[in-house]
């Protein structure tokens, strides 16, 4: 069975600072995808970036990066820079191309105050 | 740019009605499923469809009904509605070729927020 774990209800975050949201996942699958999905207070989901499990170097996409640890089955999100805007719930998400490659399984979800 | 459309953003009904969330792509994309969101437990599989007349049970499917007569249209059945139904649903839909690319991102609607008194 695959499984995401966010184990930060909360954080916060100091503006132009960088923060880091952490997420672990569980698979049996040998090829898989990793998602984060940024959902701000009016509720839509945004696509932020994807990791491939093949991938050799990690996704960065503007002022966030993920940081992928094959080995500790881990994912997580950095944001530079942080930014009021940025304050939002944030999702990892996971697809196994073994177990279905469109479904998607995500975690709790990790809530980031960015503080002025 | 219309993308994925759910209808209605807001609803509230009465323990026992019954109701349809409607959920439309227009981008001919083979996969669409629903999800519910519920505080600390993130998104939830309902149910999923694969193409058109192929639908398939997801983590949580008891009290929903999906069908799936064309690409574009998904909708959601609630049965009888309970309190514990009281979430906010999202569809999502996918192309094909994220089934072994994975690297395309699944496409959401804006959300339904249920509310069941």
Known sequence: ?116 | NAGVTQTPKFQVLKTGQSMTLQCAQDMNHEYMSWYRQDPGMGLRLIHYSVGAGITDQGEVPNGYNVSRSTTEDFPLRLLSAAPSQTSVYFCASISRIGEFEMNTEAFFGQGTRLTVV
């Open chain 1, 1 to 116: 069975a695959q499984k995401i774990t966010q184990t930060q209800p909360g954080m916060f975050v100091q503006e132009k600072e960088a923060v880091t949201l952490d997420c672990t996942y569980d698979t049996s699958d040998p090829s898989y995808g990793l998602f984060w999905y940024k959902q701000p207070s009016s509720g839509e989901m945004i696509f932020l970036i994807y990791q491939g499990s093949y991938d050799q170097q990690n996704a960065t996409e503007g002022r966030y990066s993920l940081n992928f640890q094959k080995a500790r089955k881990s994912a997580n999100l950095v944001i530079s820079a942080s930014q009021l805007g940025d304050s939002a719930m944030y999702f990892c998400a996971m697809r196994g191309r073994n177990t279905g490659g469109f479904k998607t399984i995500f975690g709790a979800g990790t809530r980031l105050f960015v503080k002025a």
